[in-house]
């Protein structure tokens, strides 16, 4: 042990001194727990000040996490108390007591909430598989777009976005659906790093076809409006509803939605779409985000006597109180636009008031979009139940486990909380709706992503509202034949929902 604890210090000796470690560069360090060491360890003799300060320094020059540095702290710690004098072992005891204990305490919370955040991402990344209906579903294979990496338009990891596409034919040959991938979002480092080893950061992990159900089948028995248009699924690899524009050298990730989205919409114009005469813009969940944020550029792109629309389908995320009080999602979103960068692209009507943040809540945003736009919506929206009202941070207890897995389980008190969230979706479309060329189809369901899945979007028993299922509302409100502003009863006067039920 004697001779192991003397390499470490020939070895952290030499980097030290070769390091030149002083306190410009170590206020440099963006950590709470470096910064206070620092500070304390100036108090000290200059053998505890190098323990205390080596680890901060190596730290920086590695990227290595806070945890980082208590493993080093440790070791030197242990080192310290073994063949140091008296006076300094005292005061290392104090540094333990005050500053390392308490911070080892903060990180382990931390990680937690990070730990549920990745989590709950990972409930909308859920594939929520072929429906019944449709056994055997056209598989369309995906295209990399090869312009893209000379624009710094990559995923999460450096590698090429992409999209699937199936062409039209006959009378839609000339008609364009791109519908944009949703899966959740990335609000720090920690999961951004987890993010780009997925589908959803690389597409190097995405599946090399996928089936076009719903909005993007082909056939016009499950279709009835597009199914022969141009239909084309942008894949998300991004982690900001294709927004972000800023990377992180030292965790060498690429937060670059905006240019994904403006370098796929430029490839698909050169590939046809740009002589198109009717085009819909959709997306799904944090897709369906990005369908509200992104719904007048792309409008922008396209001739005055082009027919442009947008649909949001689950999307309409609500800056919603949880059940403890507190704002996860607020704190989540929040997390998001800071470290992509995605403030710089959000629109300006809104950020010319409100912080960027608040901006990326839809509500704050769709009373300004100019471009007529639907909004597809469950009520109870099972995504937001299971991370916005009541996630695991918010329920520690878990007096809510049973009611966010299956709705039949929630008691008399709790679906009163979730007809006062139903309450608030609706105040915040009100304005909204007010507009003659927007639609809607907020139906009273425990449900995500309704257009996507067969079973939902057009069959014998799909959901309906006022004996109209949801394909046939959204082409109605699309080519004008009716307008299209219909809200269910509360639950659970709906029978025709298809409620998720999570094991």
């Known amino acids: ?59 920086k020059h590695l990227q290595v996490s806070s945890f980082g540095f208590l493993f080093f702290f440790l070791l030197l710690s242990f080192s310290l108390f073994t063949f140091g004098k008296q006076k300094e072992k005292a005061k290392m005891k104090l540094l333990w007591v005050w500053v390392v204990l308490p911070f080892a305490f903060a990180q382990l919370v931390t990680a937690f909430f990070d730990f549920n955040e990745t989590e709950l991402s990972l409930i909308e990344s859920l594939e929520y598989g072929v ?20 624009k710094g338009a990559v995923c999460l990891d450096g590698t090429l976005p992409g999209y699937h596409w199936h062409r039209g034919y006959g009378s839609g040959a000339n ?44 056939k016009a028995e499950e279709n009835p409006d597009f199914f022969n248009w141009n239909r084309v699924k942008l894949r998300y690899c991004d982690g900001a ?8 050298k030292g965790a060498q990730l690429q937060f670059r939605g905006q240019r994904i989205w403006l370098a796929a919409m430029e490839d698909l114009m050169s590939k046809g779409m740009r002589y198109a005469n009717q085009a819909l813009l959709s997306g799904c969940s944090a897709g369906g985000l990005a369908a509200i944020l992104h719904c007048d550029e792309f409008r922008g792109l396209f001739p005055r006597t082009t027919r442009v629309k947008c649909l949001s389908d689950a999307g309409l995320f609500l800056d919603a109180v949880d059940v403890s009080g507190g704002h996860t999602i607020r704190s989540l979103y929040s997390g998001v636009v800071g470290l992509q960068g995605v403030q710089h692209n959000l629109p300006r009507i809104c950020t010319n008031h409100l912080d960027p943040t608040s901006c990326f809540f839809p509500q704050n945003v769709i009373n300004h979009i100019r471009t007529p736009l639907f909004i597809l919506n469950a009520a109870y929206d099972s995504w937001q139940i299971q991370s916005s009202i009541a996630p695991p941070s918010a329920d520690p207890h878990g007096y809510w486990h049973d009611c966010r897995l299956n709705h039949a389980k929630c008691s008399a008190s709790q679906l009163r909380y979730l007809q006062g969230f139903r309450t608030q979706m609706l105040n915040a479309i009100k304005g ?26 057009f069959a014998d028993n799909s959901p309906e509202i006022r004996n109209k299922p949801i394909a046939i509302a959204v082409g109605d409100w699309y080519f004008d034949r009716t307008a299209v502003k219909v809200v269910d009863c509360p639950y659970p006067c709906d029978k025709t929902c298809h409620n998720l039920v999570f094991r």
């Open 432 to 457: 909204f709706s007010m507009s003659r060329e927007n639609g809607l189809f907020i139906n009273s369901c425990f449900a995500h992503c309704q257009s996507e899945r067969q079973d939902t979007w």
């Open 175 to 218: 008609s364009w659906l791109v519908q944009l991938e949703g899966g959740g979002w990335c609000n720090n480092i920690r999961t951004c790093v987890y993010r780009k080893k997925t589908r959803r950061g690389s597409s190097t992990y995405m599946e090399k076809q996928i089936p076009f159900t719903g909005i993007l089948s082909e």
């Open 1 to 59: 042990m004697y001779v192991c604890i003397n390499c470490f210090h020939l070895v952290f000796s030499y980097f030290f001194k070769k390091s030149n470690i002083s306190k410009s560069n170590l206020t440099t360090i963006n950590d709470p727990f470096s910064l206070f060491i620092y500070y304390y360890s100036s108090k000290l003799s200059s053998t505890l000040r190098f323990h205390l300060a080596f680890p901060v320094h190596l730290g």
């Open 131 to 150: 429906s019944k209906i449709n056994y055997n579903p056209l598989m369309v294979g995906l295209t990399l777009i090869h312009t893209a990496g000379a």
């Open 241 to 248: 509803s294709f927004t972000g524009d800023s990377e992180n």
